[in-house]
């Protein structure tokens, strides 16, 4: 080991010099992270091992399902025993004495406000879903194990990346949509999430206060053949009173209360569930509820949402639409115009904004992506205080496949290393540190071994246990010993970013010296390989795995990262408009 050979502290050069230090403000054209745009294919659900079902087939088969159940209903409604049934059942239930009856303003605020929410985290949802378009139910995210995909089966080409993976969403549908425009998806799936969070807050506050409750909550089993009542009413095309204003119908009120009380929820709970921050930290759930399982159920409320909205519309403009209007949007229960008007004002609202919330993203990618952090970094920070316990897992966790991610190196330094099995590789430890030192790899080797079976959190969406061999940070610092004013760690690759520019991180200081923070030279046992970041990467177990720099050739300590590259704390913060710390 040569710690400190006579003469060299201090002078080892950083490696500042050879990164991309513009200050990029808008995006052009040509960007996502430097992949073209590439679109994905019809949405699939695997039936069996290997057999894939197009759901575009439930346009037709549903369209058939549809026409004969109208049949179906039609036909019951002239039997007698189904008419008994209905006017015994004819769909409400009773209410008890003092509920109140209308909708008071502050509901029909917000009901516009979730509207309005609901509009950016679906699209956003939609892009981030993009990003990664497979979904799972077990933490390995292995090919063809996938249930569910809106993309070609993966490729065989044994260094595909998830970045080539992800892809675009047509014009309009995605928030911004791009492909691999995940970084200001996230802001604004994030920060909205926070503002819906608030307004269904104060909602359940109100509901519970003014009684409105006792209209949203099933209070008697009858609720179940009112439903039914009403379902055989509606599918026979001829439909039951509409009392709206003062009580739901059954069917109304089973949709309402699983959407506000069970959805809306779940919604929140599966989302916290694929952050590595409380993924990491609530290890009893997210050992049996992986990411992956939380992904998937995220997305089946997605579904619910989608559903419930197109049926919720088609029927409130179906059934007797003004009155319908007037009720939510004019607070009043009569005939006239006012409801609709205000209704038509809203629309145009939600549509001006919903053309403009794309071009406004590229056009102003920072202010997206500050207001975004503005919102959601107090909740961040919350749980980051919770002390952080990464999963170990066991050796029967590790993933058959491990997805590659990244720009590979291919510079002829790398590669030159690289053809002699990296003999004079060498990583530079350097900065504010009283001990620099410049270690080849049979002396990183002869430092302490540290190993861990880790679980990887993509910011794309896919996950993989692993075992990692290597150096432990703790190590390292031991030996180069950071001086007080060191409060950042920036990780330098071999490779250049997709934008020019070398790959690089910083991370704050207190993570460096957590247990589970490594450099590692080994996987699975084996020696790192080149795609997964030969020959040292690094493992910092409480963020996402951008963070995880690969082909390191540098580390240096220092104040802060202000100074170095674009100044925003990483490649993908300057470039993709990560933020600096992304433990959500
Ligand atoms: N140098 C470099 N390191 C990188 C990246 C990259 O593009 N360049 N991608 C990161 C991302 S987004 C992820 S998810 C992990 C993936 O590591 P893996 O390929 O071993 O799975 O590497 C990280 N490290
Ligand atoms: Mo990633």
Not at 40 to 64: D, E
Not at 279 to 294: D, H, K, N, W
Not at 462 to 474: D, E, F, I, L
């Amino acid at each position: 080991m040569v710690p400190d050979p006579a003469g060299t502290r201090g002078q080892f050069p950083s490696f500042r010099t050879e990164l991309d230090s513009q200050h990029h403000h808008g995006v052009g054209d040509d960007w996502a992270g430097g992949v073209a745009p590439q679109f994905g294919v019809a949405p699939r659900i695997r039936v069996g091992q290997s057999k894939w079902f197009n759901l575009l087939w439930l346009i037709p088969i549903g369209l058939v399902v549809f026409i004969a159940l109208i049949a179906i209903a039609k036909g019951l409604r002239e039997t007698a025993g189904v008419q008994a049934f209905i006017s015994q059942y004819p769909g409400l239930s009773e209410l008890p004495a003092g509920t109140p009856v209308g909708f008071p303003a502050w509901l029909q605020w917000q009901h516009f406000l979730n509207l309005f929410f609901m509009l950016f985290i679906i699209r956003s949802g939609l892009t981030i879903l993009a990003d990664h378009p497979r979904l799972y139910w077990t933490r390995n995210s292995t090919p063809g194990k996938d249930w569910f995909r809106i993309q070609k089966p993966v490729p065989t080409d044994a260094l595909y990346t998830a970045k080539q993976d992800s892809i675009t969403l047509p014009n309009g549908v995605g928030l911004p949509g791009r492909r691999h425009s995940i970084g200001l998806a996230r802001w604004w799936h994030l920060s909205i999430d926070m503002l819906w969070l608030v307004n269904g807050i104060v909602f359940y506050v109100l509901i519970f206060t003014t009684g409105q409750w006792l209209r949203l909550v099933p209070l008697h089993w009858d609720v179940i053949p009112n439903a039914l009542s009403v379902t055989i009413q509606y599918l026979s095309l001829d439909w039951p009173l509409e009392s709206g204003w003062t009580n739901y119908n059954g069917l109304q009120l089973l949709a309402y209360f699983i959407t506000v009380f069970i959805a809306a929820p779940l919604a929140l709970i599966t989302g916290l569930g694929m952050s590595p921050a409380l993924s990491t930290r609530f290890r009893r759930i997210s050992s049996v509820f992986s990411i992956q399982f939380a992904r998937s159920l995220h997305f089946m409320v997605l579904c619910w949402f989608v559903l419930f909205i197109i049926v919720h519309v088609t029927l409130v403009l179906t059934t007797g639409a003004l009155q319908n209007l007037n009720h939510m949007f004019a607070g009043r229960d009569d005939q006239s115009w006012w409801g609709f008007v205000i209704f038509a004002l809203s629309l145009l609202i939600l549509i001006a904004v919903w053309v403009a919330a794309t071009p406004f993203t590229y056009r102003h990618p920072r202010v997206v992506q500050r207001v975004g952090y503005a919102l959601i970094g107090p909740a961040q920070r919350l749980f980051e205080h919770i002390d952080a316990k990464p999963g170990q897992y066991t050796e029967k966790d590790i993933s058959p496949y491990f997805w590659h991610n990244g720009n590979y190196p291919a510079g002829a330094a790398y590669l030159a290393l690289q053809a002699d099995d990296f003999r004079d590789y060498t990583l530079r430890v350097n900065g504010l540190v009283k001990n620099p030192v410049e270690l080849n790899l049979t002396q990183l080797r002869a430092l302490t071994h540290h190993e861990q079976i880790t679980q990887h959190f993509c910011i794309q969406g896919w996950s993989g246990v692993a075992k990692w061999g290597g150096v432990s940070m703790r190590t390292l610092m031991d030996l180069v010993q950071p001086t007080p004013e060191a409060k950042w760690v920036i990780f330098y690759s071999h490779a250049l970013g997709p934008d020019g520019g070398l790959y690089y991180d910083a991370q704050p200081i207190e993570q460096m010296s957590h247990h589970l923070t490594m450099l590692a030279y080994d996987m699975n046992d084996e020696t790192l390989d080149f795609g997964h970041g030969a020959p040292l990467r690094l493992r910092n177990e409480i963020e996402l795995g951008f963070k995880m720099v690969k082909w390191i050739k540098g580390v240096e300590f220092v104040e802060h990262f202000s100074d170095v590259g674009g100044g925003l704390g990483g490649y993908n913060n300057d470039h993709e408009f990560f933020g600096y710390s992304q433990s959500i």
